[in-house]
C-alpha cells in the first residue's frame, strides 16, 4: 500500500523558513515517481508550488515561489524535500506532496497526473 507523509509544517514568521518532508512507503521514488508539491489556502483552490522528476535532475517552480523554495530528493531516505525560506503570509497554506509515474515535464503541475496524495501539512505564516 503506498503511503505519503508530510511532515514539517507549522508556524513561522514572516521572513522565516520551514522545511518540508514527505516520506514514501510502498513506492520508490527513484522508480520513475515524480514529485510534485502542491498547496491549498483557506477559500482557494489547490494550486502547484513545485515538481521534481524521477530522477532528481529536473526542479520545477511556481513564479509565486521561484526563488525563495527548493525542492531536493535523498534517495536513502525515499524522502522529497520542500525548503521554504523567505516565507510571506501568502504562502499559508496546506501542503500537500504528490506521485506519479512517468508525468513528463510538460504534465508536472497537472493535479490529474499524480496517482498518490499524501494528507497535507499545515504552514502558516504571520506578519
Known amino acids: 500500500q503506498v503511503q505519503l507523509v508530510e511532515s514539517g509544517g507549522g508556524l513561522v514568521q514572516a521572513g522565516g523558513s520551514l522545511r518540508l518532508s514527505c516520506a514514501a512507503s510502498g513506492l520508490t521514488f527513484s522508480a520513475y515517481y515524480d514529485v510534485g508539491w502542491f498547496r491549498q489556502a483557506p477559500g482557494k483552490e489547490r494550486e502547484p508550488v513545485g515538481a521534481?522528476?524521477?530522477?532528481?535532475?529536473?526542479?520545477f517552480y511556481a513564479d509565486s515561489v521561484k526563488g525563495r523554495f527548493t525542492i531536493s530528493r535523498d534517495s536513502a531516505s525515499n524522502t522529497v524535500f520542500l525548503q521554504m525560506n523567505s516565507l510571506k503570509p501568502e504562502d499559508t497554506a496546506v501542503y500537500y506532496c504528490a506521485a506519479g509515474r512517468g508525468i513528463g515535464v510538460t504534465s508536472m503541475f497537472r493535479e490529474r497526473e499524480y496517482a498518490y496524495w499524501g494528507q497535507g501539512t499545515q504552514v502558516t505564516v504571520s506578519s
Open positions: 521534481i522528476t524521477w530522477s532528481g535532475r529536473r526542479t
